[in-house]
């Protein structure tokens, strides 16, 4: 259990011994496009984020997509988007949409080198629970980003909320009253304006309904090193893709496998 704590920071404090060298020059940062956690800041005015993320673990063979639209409403104080979830699960043989989330984000502080950004979520009911993609209830969640620019060349963001779904069912439709927590924490290493060198530590604890209306927990943790990219365009588009390879320990050692990210950002008008 130890290497869960020593090799995140091993290559956290290797990061950012490479930001000491030389960062007095301003860069232009890539700010909101996070693979595993969320950053705290929300979508500029006027700007509208379109995001996509597939990863593929091989020990499980299960599969998950996910695509997130981000809007200003009207300003950046707040913000509404959406999370519309796809999953396969191999064990069951079973491929469809989940719980979509419906969520808002206020941005409390923006200022300086810090930022954080509170998000509520509602959790609509529109997976099949039967399938085990659901749980045919409204759920809700909380998540707590907050983002501290550490140099010019690197920022660290950290990650702590919780979920709560009242009368959950499974797929044999045993019903119980679940909770969750899931934590984080990231480094960003802007090797030039549109390159970052990332490295993300992510974990959940999430009960899952049982027998009788009991309940069992699962964890899960993943070290997740990766890169990203942008491409802007003239008219105002930025294009992010990145890619990453979760690699479970603790709880989830022995599993790994890959990440693709996707998002377009661009203005409204």
């Not at 499980?60 to 997509?65: N, T």
């Not at 009207?74 to 959406?82: D, E, M, R, T």
């Not at 960003?188 to 069992?216: C, D, K, P, R, V």
Request: aromatic share 12%; proline share 5%; with cysteine.
């Amino acid at each position: 259990m130890r290497f869960i704590g020593v090799l995140p920071c091993l290559v956290l404090a290797g990061l950012i011994l490479l930001s000491r060298s030389g960062y007095a020059q301003e860069v232009k940062k890539i700010q909101d496009n996070s693979f595993l956690l969320e950053e705290a800041y929300n979508q500029e005015d006027g700007v509208v984020q379109h995001i996509q993320v597939f990863q593929y673990l091989k020990k499980s063979k299960d599969w998950q997509y996910a695509f997130t639209q981000e809007w200003p409403v009207p300003k950046q104080a707040h913000q509404f988007s959406y999370t519309i979830p796809a999953a396969h699960l191999h064990d069951n043989d079973t491929t469809g949409i989940g719980d979509i989330l419906l969520n808002y984000r206020y941005q409390a502080i923006m200022q300086d080198r810090v930022a954080l950004s509170p998000r509520f979520s509602l959790i609509l009911p529109t997976g099949d629970y039967k399938k085990g993609l659901g749980t045919d209830t409204v759920g809700y969640q909380v998540n707590l980003p907050l983002s501290v620019e550490l140099s010019d060349k690197m920022v660290t963001h950290w990650n702590i909320g919780g979920t709560f779904t009242p009368r959950a069912k499974d797929s044999a439709a045993e019903k119980a009253n679940l909770r969750g927590f899931n934590y984080g924490v990231s480094l960003i290493y802007l090797a030039s304006e549109n390159f970052n060198l990332m490295l993300e530590t992510a974990g959940t604890s999430t009960e899952t309904a049982g027998i009788n209306g009991l309940s069992t927990t699962e964890s899960t943790f993943f070290i997740n090193p990766g890169v990203r990219f942008a491409v802007n365009f003239n008219s105002g588009l930025q294009v992010v893709p990145g890619f990453s390879i979760p690699i479970g320990i603790g709880p989830s050692e022995g599993e790994y496998g890959g990440l693709l990210y996707l998002s377009f950002e661009h203005p409204l008008f």
